[in-house]
């Protein structure tokens, strides 16, 4: 199986296992072949699931053991096109990477390290462009992975960035640089789950 993830994105993943005590039994999961949908990427494939709450038509992980949480994710560009990607944490855009080429694929993979409480979603969202995937059984270009490094009984994802706590369905902008923290009010991923939640009724 091939997976790929950049040099910088596996040096933070050693680094930080390193220097943090393992978790005995963390939530994580590895998602692989990846396909568009709408704006957001469906995984065909789950390599690792552990506790993790994943829905991979939309490929959105829910938290339902707060913590401290590595995300690493990757994929590729169709041929002469350009791709640009989003990590998304409740509507809020918190890594963005870029692959684009005007003779062949090119690939583009990131990460982040995120705290969390419960109900707060990340996924990863097309904002430009296709992702290229293989047909082959064996290789895989687009994958998204996450880990839980360490548990917390409080703060979040807004918390830990605007020093409150805060709903994850019905996060607000505060004072902080909006430039920074701005949900994007073109990201439809908490109607999608609704509709998703009314069909299996």
Excluded: W
Excluded at 32 to 58: C, E, H, R, W
Excluded at 167 to 176: D, G, H, W
Aim: with cysteine; glycine share 6%; net charge neutral.
């Amino acid at each position: 199986m091939y997976i790929l993830i950049s040099r910088a994105s596996l040096c933070i993943l050693i680094n930080i296992l390193t220097v943090t005590d393992a978790l005995e039994d963390p939530v994580a999961f590895h998602a692989i072949k990846g396909g568009k949908n709408d704006a957001y990427i469906s995984f065909q494939a789950m390599v690792t699931n552990n506790k993790a709450k994943f829905n991979p038509l939309y490929g959105v992980f829910e938290c339902e053991e707060p913590g401290l949480y590595l995300f690493i994710f990757s994929a590729m560009s169709k041929l002469e096109s350009d791709l640009r990607i989003s990590l998304r944490v409740n509507r809020v855009p918190v890594s963005t990477v870029f692959a684009g080429s005007k003779t062949s694929y090119n690939s583009a993979s990131g990460s982040a390290i995120l705290s969390l409480s419960v109900k707060d979603i990340v996924y990863l969202f097309v904002e430009k462009g296709e992702i290229y995937e293989s047909n082959q059984v064996n290789r895989a270009y687009t994958s998204f992975s996450g880990v839980q490094l360490s548990k917390s009984k409080n703060g979040g994802f807004l918390s830990s960035l605007i020093g409150r706590d805060a709903s994850a369905e019905f996060a607000t902008n505060s004072s902080l640089n909006k430039s920074v923290i701005e949900t994007d009010q073109n990201d439809r991923i908490f109607e999608h789950l609704k509709e998703m939640r009314k069909r299996l009724v």
